[in-house]
T-cell receptor, first 110, second 113 residues
C-alpha cells in the first residue's frame, strides 16, 4: 500500500553542523516529493520539493536528493541554525493523495 | 493575501455531540483536503476533494464526513465525536493534488471528552 517511512524520528545537531533526514516510499509511480517544516504551534509550510525528473535540487542551505531506483529521497540542511529547529515532514504523491512521513524533530543546539 | 482559514482554532466537546470545523480558501484552488496530526503518526489524510461536489476518502475517513458545495469551502463534520478523534486537524488546499504547494490552515485543536 501507500507508505512513506521517515528516519530518524528525532535528530539533535550542533549549530553549524549538517542535518540529514531520509525517507523511503513504496510506489514507484510517485513523481512528486515535497518537504514541509512545522515550527512549534504553527502550520506546516513547504520548504522545498523535487520531481522525479531531477536527482537533486538546492535552495540556499537546504537541498533534496532523489534516488528513484532505490525509492528514497533525503533532505540536507547545511550550516544549521537555531531557527532550523522544527518538525520536518517528507511526503510523496500517490495519485490524488499526498502521503506524509511520521516526521523528524530537529533540534539545533547553540 | 493568499490563505486558508479554519475555525475554530480550539474546541473542547463531549462525546456524541455533532460538530463542524469550517475551512475556506481564497486562492481558487481545485483541490482541498483534511488531515489529522497525531504524535508519531505524522499527517494522515482524512478526506479530499478534487473539485466541487467531488470528494473521496483518504487514509483515515471513519467517523468523519465532508462536503464541497462551493469551491472555496470544505467543512469537516463529526456526526458523533469520540475521544479517539481528539487530535490536531489541518485543512489544506492546492491547485492540484498536493502540488505545486499545499497551503495549510492554522489548525484546529479538538478535544473530545
Amino acid at each position: 500500500g501507500e507508505n512513506v517511512e521517515q528516519h530518524p524520528s528525532t535528530l539533535s545537531v550542533q549549530e553549524g553542523d549538517s542535518a540529514v533526514i531520509k525517507c523511503t516510499y513504496s510506489d514507484s509511480a510517485s513523481n512528486y516529493f515535497p518537504w514541509y517544516k512545522q515550527e512549534l504551534g504553527k502550520r506546516p509550510q513547504l520548504i522545498i520539493d523535487i520531481r522525479s525528473n531531477v536527482g537533486e535540487k538546492k535552495d540556499q542551505r537546504i537541498a533534496v536528493t532523489l534516488n528513484k531506483t532505490a525509492k528514497h529521497f533525503s533532505l540536507h540542511i547545511t550550516e544549521t541554525q537555531p531557527e532550523d529547529s522544527a518538525v520536518y515532514f517528507c511526503a510523496a504523491e500517490y495519485g490524488n493523495k499526498l502521503v506524509f512521513g511520521a516526521g523528524t524533530i530537529l533540534r539545533v543546539k547553540s | 493575501e493568499a490563505q486558508v482559514t479554519q475555525n475554530p482554532r480550539y474546541l473542547i466537546t463531549v462525546t456524541g455531540k455533532k460538530l463542524t470545523v469550517t475551512c475556506s480558501q481564497n486562492m481558487n484552488h481545485e483541490y482541498m483536503s483534511w488531515y489529522r496530526q497525531d504524535p508519531g503518526l505524522g499527517l494522515r489524510q482524512i478526506y479530499y476533494s478534487m473539485n466541487v461536489e467531488v470528494t473521496d476518502k483518504g487514509d483515515v475517513p471513519e467517523g468523519y464526513k465532508v462536503s464541497r458545495k462551493e469551491k472555496r469551502n470544505f467543512p469537516l463534520i463529526l456526526e458523533s465525536p469520540s475521544p479517539n478523534q481528539t487530535s490536531l486537524y489541518f485543512c489544506a488546499s492546492s491547485l492540484l493534488a498536493g502540488r505545486p504547494e499545499a497551503f495549510f490552515g492554522q489548525g484546529t485543536r479538538l478535544t473530545v471528552v
